[in-house]
Each structure stands twice: as C-alpha cells, then as structure tokens.
C-alpha cells in the first residue's frame, strides 16, 4: 500500500495512492501508525491533480554514518541527525548557497516509524515500522570535512527530499537504489550491500533514544554519490517504491 500527503482542492491530507488516483483516509489530517490498519475514505482525487508533499512531518531526521558497504562493518555504528526543516518533497528545489563548495546527492532507502519505539528487539523492531520511502541525504561535501557532527554539512533547509510515498509493503533487505543526474544513471546498488541492516539500525538507534510516529531513519548510501549545481535534475528511484524528483537551485538572499 502507498500511503501519500499532498495538497488537493480541499486542503493537505493523508491518502492511500492506487493507480492515478489518490483516496483520502477516513482521517486524512492523522498519520496511520499501523500499516495493516490504514483506512480509505470515499474522496478521491486524480493524482494530477493534487501536488504530493513530503510523505511525512517528521520531529526527528537520523542518519546512519559509515553504513555503505560491508567494509564498515569494521567502524562502530554512528549516528547523525537532520533538522525537520531540511525535509522537502517531490519536485521542490534543493537550495545551493552560493559558497558552501561541493554539494553530492546520495540516494537511499528511508524509514518511517509508525509507532513510539524505545529499546527495540531485533525480533520485533520492524513491528515499529510504517514503511519505508524514498530519500536524498543531499550533503556539503566540503563542509563535512571540517565539521566531525556533520551538522552545518547535511542541515541545510532543504536537504532532505523525502517521497513520492510511504510503500508498507517492501522489503528493505535487498532493494534496489538508482539515482540520475540531468538523466544521466550512476550504478545502481542494493541495500543489500548496507553494513547495518534495517532492524539493526533500530535496535542501534533505539537504545539511545525514542522514535515516534512520523520519525524518518536514514539507512545509508549503499551506491556512488554525484555532486550536483545550480539548474540540475536529480531522481533518486527505489525499486518498489518509486521516484523522487528534484531540481537544485541558486539560494538568494544570502550571503556570499
């Protein structure tokens, strides 16, 4: 099931996606914390004729550090977080302040937390799961290189592009990440190359801290990165779920 947030004639709301068509829930202003319970209503809309948001409001944006190949495993786990304020949705422009330096977009698989969760088991902790959708941890390449918390590098006001969805019915062990620039395809790679998988990751994460509904866990670039300018196009695909869409863009008003 494909689970959105958009704007529509009526206002912004949850719905369930099927085809071209977007139908409200039973409660669209409330995020489903149970994929196996979520509700469609009778209003229904042409999904070109609504604009999709980013899937979720999340309170908290982790990422996971040094989790892109087999080889971190050798590195304890770390992770980072992303300012709410960094996520964007389909088709909004990521914002490139004029001397910030190298700029890459990494593709990777997102998670979206359902319910409150705190010390998770690896035998339960994808019970904690809503599903998963699309994500570019778009990062400043230069400025990750003086900054150890990575704060100034991947905090930036639209840094997280998050979307088309939320897909519940995925398996995250061995999804495929794609990512083009101006239409142009790096190598595509698989989660499956991920040196923590998904239940690992929560276990990690939730030992240390709560994630709540809405929450979004960054898993990690499992493929190449590509550095990205003002004016170009950026898809990022996760088979199974679908394609994230953005353009970046010159920031102005600020300082050089």
Known sequence: MRIARAAHAGGIGYGVV???????????HTLPTDRHAVNPGRTSFRLRDVRLLAPVEPRTIVGMAHNTGPADRNLPPQAFLKPARSA????????????????????????VIGRPARHLRPVDALDAVLGYTVANDVT????????????????????????PWIETDLDPSDAVVRIHV???????????RLARDVTEILVYLTSFMTLGPGDVVLTGAPGQY?????????????????SLHNSATQLTGAPA
Request: aromatic content about 4%; charged content about 20%.
């Open 88 to 111: 964007i949705g389909p088709h909004e422009a990521i914002p490139l302040a004029a001397a910030i330096g190298r700029v890459d977009v990494e593709g990777e698989l997102a998670v």
């Open 140 to 163: 400043a390449r230069d400025l990750q290189q003086v900054d150890p918390l990575w704060t100034t590098a991947k905090g930036y006001d639209g840094f997280t592009p998050l979307g």
């Open 18 to 28: 099927e085809g071209e068509r977007l139908t409200l829930l039973d409660d669209p």
């Open 226 to 242: 590509a550095a990205i300018h003002p004016g170009d196009q950026v898809t990022v695909t996760v088979d199974g779920i679908g």
């Open 182 to 192: 101006n239409g142009s395809p790096l190598a595509p790679a698989s989660t499956a």
